[in-house]
C-alpha cells in the first residue's frame, strides 16, 4: 500500500503553574491528541531497517507533573507524567507485519511502541559560592520509567518491567581573569549498575533488544570566555 497522502491532527493542552511560596513553583498540564493517519516507524527485518507506516487513527493523551524548589545554593526538581498513546487500523506497508497482527490491528486499539504508563525524573544539586565566578556544584539526580511495550499474546499488550537509574555528578569552577573560567566535571552514570531492558525485541516494529547503559564514569573540562 501507498502511504496516506493526507494526515490531520487535533491537540488540545491546558495547564497551570503556581508560585506557592519563595522559590517553591508547581505544574500541572494535561493534553489530549486526536489523529488520522497516524505516523509511526519501526525496525524491521533482519538488517532492522528503519520504516514507516501509518494507523488509520491515532490518539495520545496524558497529564504532567512539575515541582521546583531553589533557595540559597540548593535547588531540587521532579517531574512525572501520565500518559497512553494508541492506534487503531494499519493502512499502510501492511506487508510489514504478520496477517494475524493486521487483522487484530484492524478492529482494536493497540498501544504504540513508546507508549509508557509513568514516567519521572528527579534531582537535586547544592552548590558552594568561594567567589563571585568560582564554586562546587554537587548534584544527584535519577530516572525511572514503568516499561515500554512488549507483545505477549496480541501486539503491543505488555510492557517490560520498570526500570531505574540514579546518577551523580560534581562540577568545580575556577576564575581565570576577567569573565573567563575553567570548568572541571566528573559524571557518574548509573551509579547502581542496575541492568534493564529498554525492549526486549518484540513488539511492533521492535525487532531487537536494547538496554540502558549500565555504570560508567566521564569526565569534561570546559573553557568559558
Known sequence: HS??????SDLYDVGISQKLAPGLQVGLDGY?????????DGLFGQTLILSAFNYAQGQVYGVEFTGSYNHGGFATYANVAVSRAQGETWNSSQFLFSPADVAYVQNHWIALDHDQRVSGSFGASYTWKECEHCGTRVYVDA????????????????TVPAYYSVNLGVEQSFKLAKKRMLKARLDIVNVTDNSYELRNGSGVGVNAAQYGARL????SISYVF
Open 3 to 8: 502511504f496516506p497522502t493526507r494526515r490531520s
Open 32 to 40: 489530549y491528541k486526536s489523529a488520522r493517519n497516524q505516523l509511526d
Open 143 to 158: 530516572l525511572y520509567g514503568s516499561g515500554l511495550r512488549t507483545s505477549v499474546n496480541t501486539p503491543n499488550d505488555s
Open 216 to 219: 560508567g564514569f566521564f569526565g
